[in-house]
């Protein structure tokens, strides 16, 4: 069963404003991870937050999480049309696990 | 630097016919191996990982197989392709003990016709 569900499933917004996409999940994880997948293509890591982490940033990407929530949300400032993208959250889960579990993902389109 | 390939990247098959995407790695040793579909406009479903040579772990129970018969190659078979198969294939690795991100290769967009 699928651990992350994010939401909006949809987001189209114009180059200049910031995009906030939110992330849900079920059980307690070691990190929840954020990534960008650009159409037909694989998987780009963007940023990783641990479970003992609150806020991190990189670039124009700020994450925060939430454990008591069991909630993450993707920020990004300043967007641009190449941003346009999916972004899909996963969370590692405690327990030692060597998987991912990925949400269903969102889509963003930046309008230029 | 490490990098990751999959071949081939279009693949068209009739139903009932084999399956083989093969998935390597460069540039790194004992990695974590996952295989992973994903439907159209859907998130990513995990078929299979390996931590490990010969080390498979499957998550979900269909009519496909893998197999790691060296230490940075990942293969994903089939003996009889079916129409549900058809999808985006994505390999992608991670540095050993978990927990951590993963790399994923191009994907291999395969039609079962």
């Known amino acids: 069963s699928q651990q992350g569900e994010e939401d909006p499933q949809a987001l189209s917004i114009q180059e200049g404003e910031n995009a906030t996409m939110n992330c849900s999940y079920k059980t307690s994880i070691n990190n929840l991870q954020w990534y960008r997948q650009n159409s037909g293509r694989g998987l780009v890591h963007l940023i990783l937050?641990?479970?003992?982490?609150r806020e991190k940033h990189s670039g124009r990407l700020r994450v925060t999480l939430d454990t008591s929530k069991k909630s993450s949300s993707l920020l990004i400032t300043a967007s641009r049309a190449a941003d346009t993208a999916s972004y899909f959250c996963a969370t590692s889960t405690q327990g030692g696990s060597e998987k991912l579990v990925f949400g269903k993902g969102m889509k963003l389109t930046v309008n230029p | 630097s490490q990098t990751i390939h999959q071949w081939p990247a279009t693949l068209v098959q009739p139903v009932g016919s084999p399956l083989s995407l093969e998935c390597t790695v460069e540039g790194t040793s004992n990695p974590n191996l996952y295989w992973y579909r994903q439907a159209a406009g859907r998130g990513l479903q995990l078929l299979f990982y390996s931590v490990g040579i010969g080390q498979i772990s499957s998550e979900v129970p269909q009519n496909l197989s893998a197999s790691r018969p060296q230490d940075r190659q990942f293969i994903l078979s089939s003996k009889k392709l079916l129409l549900s198969d058809s999808g985006f294939y994505l390999c992608?690795?991670?540095?050993?003990?978990?927990?951590?991100?993963?790399?994923f290769g191009p994907g291999t967009r395969l039609t079962v016709t």
């Open positions: 992608a690795w991670s540095l050993t003990g978990g927990r951590s991100e993963q790399y």
């Open positions: 937050i641990r479970s003992n982490e």
